[in-house]
């Protein structure tokens, strides 16, 4: 062989080994398996590809019905196909400061640094836009929403708003001083009801798929089941807060993951200890008291998500959502199976259609479930968490659609908007590879990392908001 063809073999041979480099560094900053990098460039991300990097399992839309099992990371174990974005402190900095300075929709009663005291309905007010969005924004963002005046329920009905909070060291009242207070905005509603069921309402959600808007679902479904809201316990997430206060000035909320950190923390009588406690999906209590607890005041769930946690974790001891006389139900809806449970559930009727069809919700919420006890989230609420909180580099991608904030995060992030203080626990950590996925596996599982959630931003997130004092995160190893 001559030297100008061994030179053209070198250099062909260094072409290809730097291109494989290339395609293996890229999939490691996008947390990609190599192979789905490799099939986007040279065909687009196929239906398939996608499938096997989120574990087999993918919907074609947000909008249908999923079979089966879809994107539920508790119920998969492949920690080798991972899809989420990995953010160091600064860069979730950076992402999230892309958004120019806003101080949100002012307040009916003076501006922000006022509180009206009023207990009756909040007040629905017309789309705001807020200063965030910009002409390059793509549609599917939205971000502008219904505005509700809904004042603080520690305020008291009989001081007038020089008073302020009665709460002295509630999160609203420290927010302003943080840099969350250019993302946090006072007005938007944590829980849709009776009353947001309008055309004009409709007309504008419909443009938005899945948890952040109502496209896919019928007028006619949407406004049935929301029409069974219509008291004030479900516009209120704490709505027996006058009832069981006893004279505490803070709203005190426990907010309880699922997470291996839970494991051996002895953290249950003071999980206990809070005026409520908040939990999700596959939460197990029974055998586990002493590191979880055993009060569940707010269950939060999806109908999907709810399946496949009884589905999955039934064999660990899940057989449903939590029942006593103080649990709520609150419903994320990702689908318009959440809006067809919720109606059963408050009526006491079988569901008419989809996958529940011809179940009793009596058998998962218990035969004393009323309506007073169902809550379900504004999409505008989860649709400005995503936007403003929780903006994964995955929504820059092809696979935007897919993307939402996870259950525990939407969780996490309503109690932050409704109690005055907050501790979380069970949520991810910077040493998470230490601990199971589940406080309650019976063999360790590494956490598993897919495309429609984003969980290193989440606990980038967790800690930052733990650092500007707004949460106190429960963590073994200090940072």
């Known amino acids: ?16 080994a730097s291109s494989l480099l ?22 687009g991300p196929s239906r398939s590809a996608v ?24 119920l998969h174990r492949r920690a080798h196909t991972p899809t989420s974005l990995t953010y160091t402190e600064k860069q979730l900095v950076q992402n999230n400061t892309l958004l120019p300075p806003t101080q949100g929709p002012k307040s009916t009663s003076g501006g922000e640094g006022n509180v009206r005291t009023t207990v009756g309905a909040p007040v629905l007010q017309a789309e705001r836009a807020t200063e965030v969005a910009t002409i390059t924004e793509r549609p599917f963002i939205g971000d502008s929403y219904t505005s509700e005046d809904l004042p603080p329920q520690t305020v008291s009905p009989t001081r007038s708003s020089a008073h302020c909070l009665d709460c002295s060291n509630s999160i609203r009242g420290r927010i302003s001083q943080t840099d969350f207070s250019r993302l946090f905005l006072r007005s938007v509603p944590v829980l849709q ?22 496209g896919g679902i019928d007028y006619k479904t949407l406004t049935e089941a929301l029409s069974v809201l219509n008291s004030s316990a479900n516009w209120q997430m704490l709505d027996d807060w006058t009832r069981r206060s006893t004279g505490s000035e803070c709203i005190r909320c426990a907010v309880v993951g699922n997470g291996g950190i839970l494991k051996n923390s002895t953290k249950g009588r003071e999980i206990d200890a809070h005026d409520y406690v908040f939990r999700t999906n596959g939460a197990i209590i029974k055998g586990f008291e002493q590191d979880v607890g055993s009060r569940t005041t707010h269950y939060t769930f999806s109908t999907n998500t709810l399946m496949n946690s009884m589905r999955g974790y039934a064999g660990l001891g899940f057989k449903g959502p939590p029942v006593s006389e103080e649990t709520r139900y ?9 809006y067809l449970l919720m ?27 009323s309506a007073e006890k169902l809550k379900i989230y504004h ?8 936007n403003r909180f929780l903006r994964s580099n995955a929504m820059k991608t092809k696979y935007q659609d897919m993307y939402r904030p996870s259950t525990g995060a939407v969780m996490l992030l309503a109690a932050l908007h409704s109690c005055d203080q907050v501790s979380a626990y069970g949520f991810m950590t910077p040493d998470y590879s230490k601990y199971s996925d589940h406080y309650y596996d019976s063999k360790f599982h590494p956490v598993g990392f897919f495309i ?13 908001l733990h650092s500007a004092g707004l949460i106190r995160l429960y963590m073994r190893q200090k940072s």
């Open 1 to 16: 062989m001559t030297a100008t063809g061994l030179q053209k073999k070198l250099v062909f041979v260094i072409l290809t």
């Open 22 to 43: 290339g395609i293996y560094i890229l999939s490691v900053n996008l947390e990609i398996p190599w192979w789905v990098v490799v099939h986007g460039f040279t065909q």
């Open 51 to 74: 499938s096997e990097a989120a574990g087999g399992l993918v919907s074609e839309h947000w909008t249908q019905t999923p079979p089966g099992l879809i994107f539920q990371p508790e």
């Open 193 to 214: 009801w009776a009353k947001h069921a309008t055309p004009d309402q409709y007309k504008r959600l419909s443009r938005y798929p899945g948890a952040h808007g109502w």
């Open 330 to 338: 609150i419903f994320l809806p990702d689908h318009d199976r959440d």
């Open 343 to 369: 109606e059963a559930a408050a009526t006491h009727t079988a569901v008419q259609r989809g996958p529940e069809r011809n179940i009793y919700p009596t058998s998962y919420f218990g035969k004393d479930v």
């Open 379 to 386: 999409p505008d609420f989860i649709r400005y968490l995503r």
């Open 452 to 464: 429609n959630h984003d969980l290193r931003l989440e606990m980038s997130l967790w800690r930052r």
